[in-house]
């Protein structure tokens, strides 16, 4: 991507058109379809690889970022960061990440690997308790201290939503017959608003169902901790807008770690916190969602990087006691489907 090439390049030509796979082993009593996104297979591993090269695309084209001049600055639980690091590897560009103590080891090495420089804030906020307003006061500083610096702000970049209209462009033109419920996991709110706008602004007759973690305050609840990183909010985004989602699920780190095994236990898919969460949103809702409706999930990212929490049996017996009967657990119509 140059002033004269707007088409991505290289590796970042790989970013996106990610496979949809009907989930048939989860629960084959169900009475309705659930397709599930495997935004897995972009190649920085997460759905946010979209976010950050639109975030970044435009001003690498008009040429407001220069390689060997410019530096991008962010605050990241990991997965923007990992995308945004590869797009700045790839055009030479500084990158430094600031993250949190809750952000995995692997993902930091990823950034580093791929040449960012990563800064972790140890403090959070007396005020709120929190990591989150103590990152954002890092960056506002780092932008400041570093010449041409550029702060692509997930939180509030409209080019983040934008970067997902194709995602539920995808979603909708994979399932020809029609897409009933879509349920995505929210964090800036990128996913949420460019799927919920991009359905809102084609008439499509789509429930769109957000599903946050409890102890998130997008939707307008009081802050509480939450251990696993990827979706939920300290504070209200602004990307968020009232009305962008028809429902609203809360989901424990319980429900997660459940959900996780369940998908790698059933469906061989082995995903990242918030795709949990987004399957035991599903569990929760399934009684509501009519016989013959087609679900659409957004499956995040992968579990490769949750192997030291979700997927390590000492981490989740510390955490929640012996849950193994809960992801083992068959419901008593349940048969394995024919391969
Ligand atoms: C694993 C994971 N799930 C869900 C989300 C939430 O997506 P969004 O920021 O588009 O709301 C993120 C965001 O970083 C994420 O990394």
New binding site residues.
């Given amino acids: 991507m140059t002033p004269s090439d707007p088409v991505p390049a290289g590796v970042l030509g790989t970013i996106g058109a990610t496979p949809l796979v009907e989930l048939t082993r989860l629960d084959p009593a169900r009475r309705f379809r659930t397709f599930a996104k495997l935004e897995a297979h972009n190649p920085g591993g ?3 690889d979209r ?1 950050a090269l639109e975030m970044l695309g435009e001003r690498i084209r008009t040429g407001e970022l220069v390689p060997g001049r410019s530096t991008v600055v962010e605050s ?5 960061g990992i995308g945004l690091a590869q797009v700045c590897a790839y055009y030479g560009l500084r990158f430094i990440c600031v993250v949190d103590p809750r952000t995995n080891q692997q993902n930091i090495a990823i950034m580093r690997a791929l040449g960012a420089e990563v800064e972790v804030v140890r403090e959070t906020d007396p005020a709120t308790g929190e990591y989150l307003p103590v990152r954002i006061r890092r960056i506002q500083e780092l932008t400041t201290l570093t010449g041409h610096a550029y702060w692509p702000n ?2 509030a970049n409209p080019l ?2 934008q970067a ?1 209209r194709r995602t539920m462009r995808e979603i909708v033109e994979g399932l020809p017959d029609g897409v009933d419920y879509l349920f ?11 799927c919920a706008e991009y359905v809102r602004e084609r008439g499509l007759p789509v429930t769109v169902v957000a599903v946050d973690a409890a102890g998130s305050a997008i939707f307008g609840r009081p802050p509480g901790p939450r251990l696993i ?3 939920g ?1 300290a504070i209200r ?1 602004g ?1 968020y807008r009232d009305g962008l989602a028809d429902e609203v699920v809360h989901v424990t780190d319980l429900d997660c770690v459940v959900g996780c095994r369940r998908l790698a236990a059933r469906e061989a898919i082995l995903a ?4 949990g ?1 987004v399957v035991a949103a599903v569990e929760l809702m399934a009684d509501r969602i009519p016989a013959g409706a087609t679900c659409a999930l957004v499956l ?2 992968r579990g490769e990087r949750y192997l030291d929490t979700i997927y390590d049996d000492e981490w989740v017996g510390r955490h929640f006691g012996d849950i193994t009967h809960q992801w083992k657990e068959q419901k008593s119509d349940m048969r394995v489907p024919a391969c």
């Fill in positions: 997460s759905m946010k976010s990241s639980s990991g997965n923007l997930q939180y983040n939503p997902h995505c996991a929210t964090s800036s709110c990128g996913t949420l608003r460019g990183p990827g979706h909010a985004p990307l990242g916190g918030s795709s969460a995040p990212d």
